[in-house]
């Protein structure tokens, strides 16, 4: 075999390709990564605050968003978690289990990328970095042709692995998109999810930087969608686990030019009615009390000042002053503090992205239904998981499918070359 030519082509080696790569290999094929990038896996280093949580206990479909949400779901189960552990368990990660999160008992995504890495490279997988594939097309008679600056490598199977556009800097940088526009594929509209909120008001800055436990209700034109957990404010707007989980929503409503409302809980520990009935003590517990000082002690100090502010209450005027209704305008704010969202944080500071490669133009191992050999696996199709390690486990699932699927048909084709003519 020509030094250009490999069995299967990945492009891109991050957790998808990798994963994809390494099962490939495991049935003997030549595969070869080709990786824009200096290093392998450089998101995979950055995941879960350098942790890595890879996976989830807890399976169902609204954890794999995707346009065609029961295709999503119905792939990613193919590889299930078991299958999932019990292949980190092989290549040596010992999983850890914190309320259904897993992340490496090492408590270092290095050592999923490095365990990923290492083999890849026993199983004889070649690695080609700071190459950027720049052009696929089919070549004749059969397979594919890679072009990558001066470069060009031709293989039977091609598998598209460049992730979506979520922190390009870690290479995802959307060409995968156009490579497959090019190869005649749908992409559903690439935006934003798992990212921060902007929000409209001038609180923010007196609020930046205020953690609560609350929740959040993001309102979309037709839907509404509730999250609760702790809400950290930002000098733009809101961040935080519930707000990261709904942002998908909201991006894909503003992309639409819909109006989007955040409604925050910010003091989920009571109900509206304790919540007045407390304020009213408190506005009537001292009445030399300034409005803030009879609040000291309930929320932050510099949400206590919004809050009133929002309300249209001097913060330091006295609480004799106030009749029984401003208990309840307070309880009211507090229990529905309303957003208007402008935008997300956009595509540098998401960890995922919504959007990509239509899953019906694929079949059940990611193969092109137009161009038999191509494959598409892991960010770069439409499916976006939640926080909680679904992102990577449908990098792991698709890509462990695609890998086992390209190892099966060159096992065929070998053995059908092998036979002899009658
Ligand atoms: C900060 C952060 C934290 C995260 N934490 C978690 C977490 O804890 N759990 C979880 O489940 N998910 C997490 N995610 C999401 C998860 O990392 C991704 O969904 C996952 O890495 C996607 O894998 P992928 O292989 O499809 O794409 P990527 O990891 O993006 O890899 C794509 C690779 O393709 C290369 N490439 C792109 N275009 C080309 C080209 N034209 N030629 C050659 N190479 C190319 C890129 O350089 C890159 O290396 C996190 C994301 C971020 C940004």
Redesign the pocket.
Known sequence: MANNHYDAIV?????????AAIFAARADCRVLI????DV?????Y????G?????NQFWSEEYFRSSTQAVAYQRVNRFSLADTLSFFREIGIFPKERNGYYYPASEQ?ASVAEALIREAGHLGVHTKTQ????RITPAKPKGFQVE?GEETFFADFVVL????M??PV???????YI?AKQLGHTVVTPLPA?VQLKAEGSCFKTLSGVRLEGSIRLITKNQSFTQAGELLFTAYGISGIPVMQVSRYATESLYQKETVTAELDLFPMLSYQELCEELSSRFQRRKEDTAEEAMCGLCNHKLNYVILKECGIDPTKSCSTFSPKVAKTVASKLKKFSLRITDSNGFAN????AGGILLTELTEYGESKKLPGLFF????CDV??T?????????WS??ALCGTEIGGRYASNITAKAKPKS
């Not at 492009?11 to 998808?16: D, L, M, R, W, Y």
């Not at 870690?170 to 995968?176: I, K, V």
């Not at 926080?387 to 990098?395: D, E, K, S, T, V």
Request: charged share 15%.
């Open positions: 492009v891109g080696g991050g957790a998808a390709g990798l994963t080709l990786e824009q990038k392998l896996c450089k998101k995979l950055a995941t879960g605050n942790k890595c949580n890879f996976t995504a190459r950027k594939v720049t990558c692995a460049t992730g979506g979520a922190s870690h290479g995802s940088d959307g060409s995968g490579l798992i998401a960890q995922a992205c696996v892991g960010e770069l976006d998981g926080c909680g390690g679904y992102n990577l486990q449908w990098a698709s890509g």
